[in-house]
């Protein structure tokens, strides 16, 4: 994390913090009022809203990066699948070397790489075989290319900025154990938007929840309720496996148990990455924490894997997430090895399934 990411992530960023935000506080206020006039616009109709054939569930957060959105998103197309939809995941595939709107996946054949697609895209294309996955930067221009794959339900990777769809249901994914960070808007702090905005939401998805204590997660739950009018869905990150760097085969669910490692991640929040290597019985001997989305270079890994010799390290370790971004070349390293998660809901599950069958049948409802 840089300076300023630590200070957004702070609850109370004491004195050390306060002089820099001061200085953001301006650009604070101008973010906060384009925001709000945005908002305005497209609740007044103002602004054209694109409307697809078909159900549209957005997955999407008020704050920037790491509050568990892409485990949400490979549970809920994983879900409408099992319902027996065909499911196209819309991703403005970000941190992709190309812009123009492009098919990840086909439902059969992930089509694109990292670099092309974004980490995000090709990640769920593999989690969730048989989603079609699509990105660009609009994502109603997906729309056309998704139904022409055959898609009868659609899902909008970070979608709750994103207005010009309409969409028949809102989750937004909350991490239960720092939702807001110091609570200041973009760029004085991590937040897009004001926890105001859930107002627009269908769903509250709290990721995390094992990691918050007691009294923020009544908070949290009562804010849901208030906002949507049913109780938030509550999820944990359970560790089910780890594979090797190419993500092509299992070593198992033990396979860190006693084992010294170094760990390497270019997510937002490393130190929970740390706790679920910990979780599974790794010795963390040493890290190397990268920017969010990081494009690794054969250089770096190189220089990884010797660090690791250095502290006698058995295995390196990564997250999902960032495997699909190594080098071909240096991914398939006996030593390498990737944790694959999965958001393991703990309540509101019943919560989830009214507001699918509410959303699902708003939107075939629209098709007829």
């Not at 812009?99 to 092309?116: F, N």
């Not at 056309?144 to 339900?153: E, R």
């Not at 090797?244 to 148990?257: I, K, V, Y």
Request: proline share 6%; charged share 25%; hydrophobic share 50%.
């Amino acid at each position: 994390m840089t300076l300023v990411e630590r200070i957004w992530w702070r609850r109370a960023p004491g004195l050390a913090g306060a002089a820099p935000l001061a200085l953001l506080w301006p650009a604070e206020a101008a973010f906060r009022a384009a925001a709000a006039l945005r908002g305005a616009l497209y609740d007044r109709g103002a602004l054209a809203v694109a409307v697809a054939p078909v159900p549209v569930i957005s997955v999407g957060n008020v704050a920037v990066g790491g509050a568990g959105k892409t485990p949400a998103v490979i549970a809920l197309a994983g879900r409408l699948l099992a319902r027996g939809r065909i499911v196209a995941v819309l991703s403005r595939g970000y941190g992709a070397s190309r812009t123009d709107p492009r098919t990840v996946s086909d439902g059969r054949t992930v089509l694109l790489s990292a670099g092309e697609a974004g980490d995000e895209p090709v990640l769920v294309a593999r989690r969730v075989p048989g989603a079609r996955v699509l990105c660009g930067p609009r994502r109603a221009a997906l729309v056309g290319p998704a139904l022409a794959l055959g898609a009868d339900a659609l899902v909008l990777d970070d979608g709750f900025q994103h207005r010009s769809l309409a969409r028949d249901l809102d989750v937004v994914v909350l991490d239960a154990a720092n939702p807001v960070g110091n609570g200041r808007l973009l760029p004085a702090g991590p937040n897009r938007e004001p926890l105001s905005a859930l107002r627009r939401a269908g769903l509250v998805w709290l990721s995390h929840a094992d990691r918050a204590d007691a009294a923020s997660l009544a908070r949290l739950r009562a804010t849901a309720r208030s906002a949507t009018g049913r109780a938030p869905v509550e999820s944990r990150h359970a560790a089910v496996e780890v594979v090797d760097g190419t993500l092509s085969r299992s070593l198992g669910a033990a396979a860190l148990r006693g084992e010294r490692v170094l760990l390497f991640s270019g997510v937002a929040h490393p130190a929970a990455f740390r706790a679920t290597a910990e979780g599974l019985g790794a010795e963390v001997a040493a890290e190397r924490a990268f920017p969010d989305h990081h494009r690794f270079t054969t250089a770096e890994l190189d220089g990884v894997l010797a660090a690791a010799a250095r502290a006698r390290c058995g295995r390196v370790v990564t997250t999902e997430k960032d495997a699909v971004r190594l080098p071909p070349d240096r991914a398939a390293d006996p030593r390498l090895c990737a944790v694959r998660i999965s958001a393991e809901i703990l309540a509101g599950a019943d919560a989830l399934e009214a507001a699918l069958d509410e959303a699902l049948a708003r939107g075939d409802a629209r098709a007829r």
